[in-house]
């Protein structure tokens, strides 16, 4: 079983829809979990970072299940340049030390 | 201050023949990571330091690829006899501790002929 796994889309919605991304990983023991977003052939940046709690960052929203080992992004009112891909990252420990491990990424198109 | 700066950008090398390539993480940031990404992949971890030891190198696909990284600072990435599946973006990254943001360079795109 993969470390962390996503749908891999493409999810083509139109401006102003509302959409959701899961994510769910195997390492009971990861401590921290985060949202990154990739455009076409940049390097990934950080999105947002997800709390016990569930967090909001404008139109963004990120919760986590640790009983379930899931979390998910929602993104309301999608813009055109919400088009990327959104990479779920957890932090499993390893030897000690925590490494951020990468979901494939899910793809979004949003079209007018 | 700068970001995270990989060297070369791109890398053109015939089978065979051994590449480095290089990583400057951001001053300060303890962690680092290397990464690999094929064209419409996902990130494959490959190697992570913290400070100079690599408590992880689980994800380094054969005994081909080394890495190291001295006084806390730069890492190099060695590819020995490369072969064609060795062709993708080698991504390094780093952060003030694991469970921080991790800033990313722009990439090494190599490609092995």
């Known amino acids: 079983r993969k470390e962390v796994e996503q749908d891999p889309g493409p999810f083509n919605v139109p401006e102003g829809a509302t959409v959701a991304f899961n994510c769910t990983y195997s390492?009971?023991?990861?401590?921290?979990f985060f949202w990154y977003r990739q455009d076409c052939r940049k390097e990934p940046k950080l999105l947002m970072s997800?709390?016990?709690s569930g967090n909001e960052d404008g139109r963004f929203t990120a919760q986590l299940n640790r009983a379930s080992q899931y979390i998910s992004l929602l993104i309301r009112d999608s813009k055109l340049s919400d088009s990327a891909t959104y990479l779920c990252?957890?932090?499993?420990?390893?030897?000690?030390?925590?490494?951020?491990?990468f979901g494939a990424g899910t793809r979004l198109a949003v079209h007018p | 201050g700068a970001g995270v700066s990989q060297s070369p950008s791109n890398k053109v090398t015939e089978k065979g023949k051994d590449v480095e390539l290089r990583c400057d993480p951001i001053?300060?940031?303890?962690?680092l990571y290397w990464y690999r990404q094929s064209l419409g992949q996902g990130l494959e971890f490959l190697i992570y330091f913290q400070g100079n030891s690599a408590p992880d190198k689980s994800g380094l696909p054969s005994d081909r690829f080394s890495a190291e990284r001295t006084g806390g600072s730069v890492s190099t990435l060695t590819i020995q006899r490369t072969q064609q599946e060795d062709s993708a973006v080698y991504l390094c990254?780093?952060?003030?501790?694991?469970?921080?943001?991790?800033?990313f360079g722009q990439g090494t795109r190599l490609t092995v002929v």
């Open positions: 001053s300060g940031h303890t962690a």
């Open positions: 997800v709390y016990s």
């Open positions: 390492n009971s023991a990861s401590q921290s």
């Open positions: 990254a780093s952060s003030v501790q694991f469970d921080t943001e991790a800033f």
């Open positions: 990252v957890v932090t499993p420990l390893s030897g000690g030390y925590n490494k951020l491990i």
